[in-house]
């Protein structure tokens, strides 16, 4: 059973950035892809980035490209997302996602998840 834990979120303004962290244990987290998603309120749950289990590769939503960076250090079982030029439209609770080795798009594609922070971003 792996547990996910997130921290980092907070109230930010419009053009500034945050660091989200997601300690992982309980799992061997060097073999697993971790996954960043986000929920707005009366909004269904969406891919925001993912990062396979040794760093390689990654992917990125469209909407986050060029302005998000994931990253992960498996000495310290942790995956980050570095979030900058931050809009009013990035307001949600972030979740973090783990599965198996490559990296994914789908919420359904992933095994365990954190209970969220979240990240509001004013205007």
């Known amino acids: 059973q792996v547990q996910l834990v997130e921290s980092g979120g907070g109230l930010v303004q419009t053009g500034g950035s945050l660091r989200l962290s997601c300690a992982a244990s309980?799992?061997?987290?060097?073999?697993?892809?971790m996954g960043w998603f986000r929920q707005a309120p009366g909004k269904e749950r969406e891919f925001v980035a993912a990062i396979n289990w040794s760093g390689g590769s990654t992917l990125y939503a469209d909407s986050v490209k060029g302005r998000f960076t994931i990253s992960r250090d498996n000495a310290k079982n942790t995956v980050y997302l570095r979030m900058n030029s931050l809009k009013p439209e990035d307001t949600a609770v972030y979740y973090c996602?783990?599965?198996?080795?490559?990296?994914?798009?789908?919420?359904?594609?992933?095994?365990?998840w954190g209970q969220g922070t979240q990240v509001t971003v004013s205007s």
């Open positions: 996602a783990t599965r198996y080795y490559t990296a994914g798009y789908y919420v359904n594609e992933y095994d365990y």
């Open positions: 309980g799992g061997t987290f060097s073999s697993y892809a």
